[in-house]
């Protein structure tokens, strides 16, 4: 069965740094893979989803990666603010179509 | 305002007394699915439906029932709790499967003492 594993549980950085959060996964190669992002007592929000044929995906200051090669995508956030501090989350289907396999997420952390 | 809507937030009940976690989308979302998460486990789907009428089994759905009678609601029903089932519950809709986000809802947590 597919496994994803994100390489990290936590990552402190400061502000106006980037960061990048990676996403790794073994088996079969995804259609697409998508990032979530959950703050504490929330439901994940979706941020980005990028498809095979897609190298790199950009929204604001958020940008995507997908090697289908490595089988990683890696997530960057630039010029991280405070309020970027959340749990994120990658996912991807199932072989099936039928469900969203997700990562155990990476909490980052930005300080001021 | 497009959203996912779950009850109750928060509940503790005791082993054995049947409950039911209800869940409603505005979206007109054919796909509906239900996750639990757990520290150090992640999300983990318990059930989806693809439309109405249609559901089937995700990776952990022991213990657990659903029915989808209307596109809108998919309740969550634990016909006798045990512990092991105190989790942080999310519904989720999307409008397919392939290639589209899901939206979830922000989550019922769920104590079974």
């Known amino acids: 069965s597919q496994k994803i594993e994100q390489n990290s549980e936590a990552l402190n950085i400061q502000e106006g740094k980037t960061a990048t959060l990676t996403c790794n996964y073994t088996n079969y190669s995804p259609a697409y893979l998508q990032w979530y992002r959950q703050d504490p007592g929330r439901g994940p929000v979706f941020l980005l989803l990028i498809r095979e044929n897609e190298k790199e995906k950009r929204k604001e200051r958020l940008k995507v990666t997908f090697d289908t090669t490595l089988k990683q995508s890696l997530f960057h956030i630039t010029a991280s603010q405070p309020a970027d501090s959340a749990t994120y989350l990658c996912?991807?289907?199932?072989?099936?179509?039928?469900?969203?396999?997700f990562g155990k997420g990476t909490t980052l952390s930005v300080s001021s | 305002e497009a959203q996912v809507t779950q009850n109750p937030r928060y509940l503790i009940t005791v082993t054995g007394k049947k409950l039911t976690v209800t869940c409603s989308q505005n979206?007109?979302?054919?796909?509906m699915s239900w996750y639990r998460q757990d520290p150090g486990l992640g999300l983990r789907q318990i059930y989806y439906?693809?439309?109405?009428?249609?559901?089937d089994k995700g990776d952990v759905p022991e213990g657990y029932k659903v029915s989808r009678k209307e596109k809108r609601n998919f309740p969550l029903i634990l016909e006798s709790p045990s512990p092991n089932q105190t989790s942080l519950y999310f519904c989720?809709?999307?409008?397919?499967?392939?290639?589209?986000?899901?939206?979830f809802g922000d989550g019922t947590r769920l104590s079974i003492l």
């Open positions: 979206m007109n979302h054919e796909y």
């Open positions: 439906s693809m439309n109405v009428e249609v559901t």
């Open positions: 996912a991807l289907d199932n072989q099936a179509g039928t469900a969203l396999i």
């Open positions: 989720a809709s999307s409008s397919g499967t392939e290639n589209q986000p899901q939206h």
